[in-house]
């Protein structure tokens, strides 16, 4: 890759790279993390929709956006993407799931200074409504379900022990469940620019303490990415 300046051996190092994300792939502590808000355990998982997905971008590209992030939905694929946030941005999106039941999201995000970037985000969940009763079982009439995820995060340019070309990032997300009760988590994850035209992301997401015997949908995510500009781009995430 000579149009990348320092950068020699980059055939040798895709290999390498590629060797290591079979490795991680194969590895059991990484499959059970992974998963979509579709096989997760309802017994003992709450609020699986945090996997769902956020952002029309992420989600079209079939979810192989962890070495691509560049919106505000970064905060949700890879806080190491926030970084790469070149202006102010706004991102407003709703996502129907079935009759009545929906998720709106609101998120933002902007460089601080020429190492720093930062993204915040509020997603709500709503559920419809049901028939709410007293304790003597009379009708107090109609009341909504709905779930609400916050979240807010940094991303700084990587240390030169990562090669200095990158973002890495952490996450905080705060989420308020239908039975009221509140669950606290981050997410942290970095993108690494290996040459002009290769990009890899790592990120662990929803990482956070059991509450009454539930635990949030944590998930580890890695991709890869090669580009030609303005031409074409292939990215693979697992």
């Known amino acids: 890759y000579p149009d990348f300046p320092g950068y020699e051996g980059g055939d ?50 079939g979810e192989a956006y962890t070495s691509i992030s ?46 720093f970037g930062f993204a915040g985000a509020v997603s709500m969940m709503s559920l419809g409504s049901y028939d709410s009763y007293s304790d003597a079982a009379e009708p107090k009439g109609s009341k909504s379900a709905s779930s609400l995820w916050a979240l807010g995060g940094l991303s700084f340019a990587n240390p030169g022990w990562l090669g200095s070309n990158g973002w890495t990032g952490i996450g905080t997300e705060f989420i308020k469940d239908i039975d009221e009760s509140t669950l606290i988590a981050f997410s942290t994850g970095t993108l690494v620019h290996i040459s002009s035209k290769w990009d890899m992301g790592v990120s662990l997401l929803h990482l956070g303490p059991e509450v009454d015997g539930f635990s949030l949908p944590s998930e580890a995510r890695i991709g890869l990415n090669w580009s030609n500009p303005d031409r074409l781009m292939v990215a693979f995430d697992y």
């Open 12 to 61: 040798q190092m895709i290999r390498i790279i590629l060797v290591i994300i079979s490795l991680i792939a194969a590895t059991p502590s990484l499959s059970a993390l992974r998963g979509s808000s579709d096989s997760f355990d309802s017994s003992s998982i709450r609020a699986a929709y945090l996997n769902r997905g956020m952002g029309a971008r992420g989600v079209a590209l």
């Open 70 to 115: 560049t919106d505000p939905s970064a905060i949700f694929w890879n806080p190491g993407g926030i970084g790469q946030a070149k202006q102010l941005s706004f991102l407003l999106a709703y996502d129907r799931v079935i009759e009545e039941v929906g998720i709106s999201t609101c998120a933002v995000s902007l460089p601080l200074t020429a190492n």
